[in-house]
């Protein structure tokens, strides 16, 4: 733990995993979202590639919906507009349930729930940006649900603010989630009566979006900088 692996153990872990690939292709299937957080490591240290959430058939019919998360995305899905990096995603717009998880409140470590939608996850509106932040989310309860959890709310010094919280794909808390805001973005676009808004998904890493409704597909961006440079010999 934060130390540099060694150069070996790091060639033996991108063998593996690319070995996982392997047979995942050799199953006509495409992860479509590899990235850092959906490569666990068992008690053994030995890589495992999980969240198959965005996984297509390879003889699918393609279409032109952006797979994967923003910061791990292939470069030909972004485009640039002076400092942001903006990214085209389908809009899921989630609508009201009122079947949902008994004792959600618990759950999450709220005390009120506003309203509970869903398209693909279930998405929480509480009342007000402190209580998205002091959430205490139980993830073994959220783990046994099955369910992928969004909670929202109104942002204070931006449109809206959000979690999102995935223990039963591996992942506790992502830090900044694409598809989260393919759902979010209709959603308060819809309330707000606006069709570009700034949003927050305050992990502990925090990420500001861009955000901009637009009929079937929704915008979303934000900065970056430069972070790593590899090459791989084959």
């Known amino acids: 733990k934060n130390k540099r692996l060694p150069e070996l153990d790091v060639l033996d872990i991108g063998y593996k995993l690319a070995s996982a690939l392997d047979l995942v292709l ?50 030909e899905k972004v485009k640039r507009e002076k400092d942001l990096i903006l990214m085209d995603f389908p809009s899921w717009k989630p609508e009201r349930v009122d079947q949902y998880p008994a004792n959600l409140e618990k759950m999450l470590g709220v005390t009120e729930i ?7 996850d279930l998405l929480v509106e509480l009342p007000a940006e402190a209580d998205v932040i002091t959430a205490k989310p139980d993830f073994t ?9 969004i909670i929202t709310a109104p942002g204070t010094d931006v449109d809206f603010v959000s979690r999102f919280f995935a223990p039963a794909a591996g992942v506790d808390e992502d830090p900044v989630t694409g598809s989260a805001h393919s759902q979010l973005i209709p959603f308060w676009s819809d309330k707000l009566g606006k069709k570009k808004m700034q949003a927050r998904q305050l992990s502990q ?15 979303m961006g934000g900065k970056a900088v430069f972070y790593m440079e590899g090459k791989f010999k084959i």
């Open 26 to 75: 050799n199953h006509d299937l495409l992860h479509c979202d590899i990235k850092p957080g959906n490569i666990l490591f068992n008690a053994d240290n030995e890589p495992k590639l999980v969240d198959f959430g965005l996984a297509r058939k390879v003889d699918s019919e393609p279409d032109d919906d952006l797979r994967g998360t923003p910061y791990y995305v292939a470069p």
């Open 114 to 120: 506003v309203g509970v939608y869903k398209y693909r």
């Open 141 to 149: 309860a959220i783990k046994t649900t099955g369910e992928k959890i």
């Open 205 to 219: 890493r925090i990420g500001d979006l861009y955000c901009e409704q637009l009929g079937e597909r929704v915008i």
